[in-house]
């Protein structure tokens, strides 16, 4: 299995799953059907090998190509019924739509997806667990806290997509109006660095290789930050092996290959 990020940040958001025997899945349209072609055809993917689009919640930076996208394409969105009916409120809702409640299993292709609720001021937000052939990579880009729910669903997974949104104290400097800073801080907000590191002791076991960090504010915080923290915290578990990615709103990253560990 390999995984492309197309790109990650406040202006957009979307990865892709390949199964190299199959097919592959987008998770979020965050850009728009030309730049997302264009980012794919950077990561040497075609439009043809996508079966589907798993879609977390309805903000304008995951799900602003959504529409256009899959009714080119002719692919079927996986999404809430919460986030699928605010997408009909705005117009759009792609004309192939499957939804789910989170928490519910389903296969798409060769890809067994499984939600999880996430906390997140959207709709119906929810983080998926996806996996073939032995290898599971979790992903979960805007939350406010890693929760009881989240940390079952995303402990012991080989890849991790996770949020690495804002430093704390560049928040609390920033020109932002305190009512956003409120918002981003609270528990169905966002990551802070020192949230997200701390997590990492309930979420990695030791089929953990690859961690991917999204979502990095440009105003509130820096790679190096976000970077500096998870790894200080992976070498305190004895895990400094883990390969940890900070990922970048302006190119895509990868594709990262998975095997299945024959260990």
Request: hydrophobic content about 40%.
């Amino acid at each position: 299995m390999k995984l492309g990020v197309l790109g990650s940040g406040s202006s957009g958001n979307s990865l892709v799953i390949v199964d190299e025997d199959g097919g592959a899945l987008l998770v979020d349209a965050g850009f728009s059907r030309r730049e997302t072609l264009v980012r794919l055809a950077s990561l040497r993917i075609a439009p043809e090998r996508l079966i589907g689009m798993l879609l977390t919640h309805d903000h304008t930076d995951h799900s602003c190509g959504c529409r256009v996208l899959c009714d080119t394409l002719g692919l079927p969105l996986y999404t809430t019924c919460g986030t699928a009916n605010t997408l009909l409120q705005r117009g759009r809702l792609p004309s192939k739509v499957l939804t789910f409640e989170p928490g519910n299993r389903f296969l798409v292709g060769g890809f067994e997806v499984r939600s999880f609720a996430v906390h997140h001021d959207a709709a119906e937000p929810v983080g998926f667990v996806i996996g073939t052939e032995g290898v599971r990579i979790g992903v979960a880009t805007d939350l406010g806290e890693v929760n009881a729910v989240a940390r079952k669903n995303l402990r012991d997974c080989d890849a991790l997509v996770l949020e690495s949104n804002y430093d704390r104290q560049m928040l609390r400097e920033s020109e932002r109006w305190a009512g956003l800073k409120r918002r981003i801080a609270g528990v169905i907000g966002h990551l802070d660095n020192t949230m997200t590191a701390a997590a990492l002791e309930h979420l990695v076991t030791e089929r953990t290789r690859l961690l991917l960090l999204a979502h990095i504010s440009r105003e509130c915080n820096k790679p190096e930050i976000a970077l500096s923290a998870c790894r200080d915290e992976l070498k305190h578990i004895g895990r400094d092996d883990i390969q940890v990615v900070p990922l970048a709103q302006e190119s895509p990253l990868g594709p990262f290959e998975l095997e299945e560990d024959a260990g």
